[in-house]
């Protein structure tokens, strides 16, 4: 057991120098932060997916997995002639 509180412990320490420990919780200063925001994280992707339906989820990964650092998945989509329907993902 005394194990398992050291090994919190190091993940504390280095999630305040800035590490990120728990996937998803990037941004957290503290082990527990971060778990707190991967939970929220999850549970807003999880919402979005409800309110959207399958299609809509669909249509707007679509659109995000055309994303680059240099010009957004829109402009991509426009300039590939690729078909992007935003009305199933824009409620």
């Given at each position: 057991m005394a194990?398992?509180?050291e090994s919190r412990k190091e993940l504390d320490r280095?999630?305040?120098e800035g590490e990120t420990v728990v996937p998803?919780?990037?941004g957290g200063k503290s082990v527990e932060a971060q778990e707190h925001l991967a939970e929220g994280r999850s549970r807003g992707g999880q919402t979005r997916r409800e309110q959207l339906?399958?299609?809509g989820y669909s249509e707007m990964g679509k659109k995000g997995g055309l994303s680059t650092?240099?010009?957004?998945?829109g402009e991509r989509a426009a300039r590939?002639?690729?078909t992007i329907d935003e009305s199933k993902f824009t409620k």
């Open positions: 194990s398992g509180q280095k999630a305040r998803g919780g990037t339906g399958q299609q650092t240099d010009e957004s998945g590939e002639g690729v």
